[in-house]
């Protein structure tokens, strides 16, 4: 019984080593050399790519922009499928039974060794198709808000308000929400708060707010100007919705909004509502906080 078990064994150590010798090509130094250049090569590539196309896209007409940014992350995908299909096929002989082979081997090494990053790559490459974020969007994917303007294997570039670069594992969108301004427009939609008394004058502010779009430099005038109403216990809450001709100028383009509206409403001396003595006597509101 041993002796058949020995027997066993050893033929399939030696299944395993033909197997082995069947799937590696021999290795030589100009292998080795051919390996380096082409990995040196695709992250050259790269970096031309980005610099390229973060040059040519600041250099067009505004509304091509976006969709020369959108392209970078199918080149990338091209250049890395170009570059691990040379690799592969210089070190390895695959046939029909050693490519099933490899296959499930390198399925075990990546579930137990690279579980989350295999997951990021994955996500990134089912992304790449349903879009829920793209070169130039500005996204909000958990407390993160900003503009999308990295796109890589493993995660994506976000650059905040606050100029700070975000950056977010493609596999985040397995778990969190994802809200999305502008889903590869130029244009999304800015909303202004503004709060007054119960007893101001509602058309006199709502005129004035269109007054203060219609005139501001940067308001796309295609798209709708909206101004909503709603009524809460401490006073009356009014919001302009409208589009900024480019959706980077979304901050700079509130501020000038409400610059605009101010003056006004200080020129017809407009009653505000009055928080502090609300907070006193609801007791609800702490310090004065807004709502949304």
């Known amino acids: 019984m041993q002796t058949v078990l020995f027997f066993a064994q050893t033929g399939e150590s030696g299944e395993s080593q033909e197997l082995s010798d069947k799937l590696l090509t021999e290795i030589t130094a100009n292998k080795v ?14 970096w031309l790519i980005q610099a390229t196309t973060d040059w040519i896209s600041e250099r067009v007409p505004r509304r091509f922009r976006l969709a020369i940014k959108q392209a970078l992350p199918f080149w990338k995908a091209l250049i890395l499928l170009i570059s691990l299909s040379y690799l592969l096929n210089l070190f390895l002989n695959l046939s029909e039974g050693n490519l099933f082979a490899l296959t499930g081997t390198i399925a075990v090494a990546l579930g137990f060794a690279f579980k989350d990053y295999a997951s990021s790559v994955i996500a990134g490459l089912i992304a790449l198709f349903e879009a829920p974020y793209r070169m130039g969007d500005r996204i909000q994917i958990a407390d993160h808000y900003g503009e999308v303007v990295g796109y890589g294997l493993r995660g994506i570039q976000i650059q905040t308000p606050d100029d700070n670069v975000v950056t977010v594992p493609h596999n985040k969108t397995w778990t969190e ?33 269109y007054q203060a779009a219609y005139s501001s430099k940067y308001t796309q005038l295609k ?6 109403m709603e009524e809460q216990y401490w006073g009356t809450q009014f919001k302009l919705r409208c589009y900024p001709m480019d959706a980077r100028d979304e901050f700079i383009y509130k501020t000038d909004l409400i610059r605009r509206a101010k003056q006004a409403f200080a020129r017809h001396d407009l009653p505000y509502p009055e928080f502090a003595r609300m907070a006193d006597s609801e007791g609800g509101i702490g310090s004065g906080q807004l709502p949304n």
Request: charged share 10%; hydrophobic share 55%; net charge negative.
């Open 177 to 209: 929400a994802i809200s999305n301004a502008n889903t590869g427009h130029l244009e999304a939609q800015v909303a202004t708060s503004f709060y007054f008394a119960h007893h101001a004058d509602a058309e006199k502010i709502i005129s004035i707010l």
């Open 223 to 228: 798209l709708p100007i909206v101004v909503v």
């Open 33 to 46: 050399l051919q390996a380096v250049m082409t990995v040196a090569i695709a992250y050259g590539s790269f």
